[in-house]
């Protein structure tokens, strides 16, 4: 049972564009919603998180809005580059129990 | 920030030969460590958790005899993939946290490509 449901699968958009990658739950013991990057060959890097007493965060280009009562999460790359290519992963975690979504393959052409 | 070093990045076995993986924490003491597979182009599965000198919890299905696990320190982590057969070629990833608990974020290591020919 997939505990952390990301969609989509892939996204394509253009230099400067805005993907938004959408993630849902359902355990709401989850407390804390780290967003990571993974390129080809190496290991995932986190890029921001978020707890669920927050509605938004920013760092930077990157935007973590969450949702509680609907238990949904998304990440928002803003003024997006081709350097952002790579896949992303949203992960829920509560305690030591930690899931990964299934991932999100991110092209942005120049 | 928290670094977590793992080797060798890529290797190469002969089936039913031994490799051995190694993560450190470079500049904190990690209490939990975990280890990953991911499969191309799949998110990572969670393959044990380790604690430092305890014996490491296993996930449903992973063969503990054939993935040893040791955190023989709080800086060192092994994954040793025993008798090596093609199936067991992917991507390994280690992550640590010094808390134990994710709340306070895991570092990942840059992971280990594993091919068994």
């Known amino acids: 049972q997939q505990q952390v449901k990301q969609s989509p699968q892939s996204l394509i958009v253009q230099k400067g564009g805005i993907p938004i990658i959408n993630c849902a739950y359902e355990?709401?013991?989850?407390?804390?919603f780290p967003w990571y990057q993974q390129f080809p060959g190496k290991g995932p890097a986190l890029l921001i998180a978020i707890r669920p007493d927050v509605s938004e965060k920013k760092e930077g280009r990157f935007t973590i809005s969450f949702n509680k009562s609907a238990k949904q999460f998304s990440l928002h790359i803003m003024d997006s580059q081709p350097g952002d290519s790579a896949t992303y992963f949203c992960?829920?975690?509560?305690?030591?129990?930690?899931?990964f979504g299934t991932g999100t393959s991110l092209t942005v052409i120049p | 920030g928290a670094v977590v070093s793992q080797h060798p990045s890529r290797v190469i076995c002969k089936s039913g030969t031994s490799v051995k993986i190694e993560c450190r924490s470079l500049?904190?003491?990690?209490?939990?460590m975990f280890w990953y597979r991911q499969f191309p182009k799949k998110s990572l599965m969670l393959m044990a958790t380790?604690?430092?000198?305890?014996?490491?919890?296993?996930e449903q299905g992973v063969e503990k005899d054939k993935f040893l696990i040791n955190h023989a320190s709080l800086t060192l982590s092994t994954l040793t993939v025993t008798s090596a057969h093609p199936e067991d070629s992917s991507f390994y990833i280690c992550?640590?946290?010094?808390?134990?608990?994710?709340?306070?974020?895991?570092?990942f290591g840059s992971g280990t490509r594993l091919t068994v020919v």
């Open positions: 992960a829920a975690t509560a305690g030591n129990q930690f899931y």
């Open positions: 355990n709401t013991a989850f407390d804390y």
């Open positions: 992550s640590a946290s010094s808390q134990g608990v994710f709340s306070d974020g895991y570092t």
């Open positions: 500049d904190f003491q990690a209490t939990t």
């Open positions: 380790s604690n430092e000198g305890s014996k490491a919890t296993y």
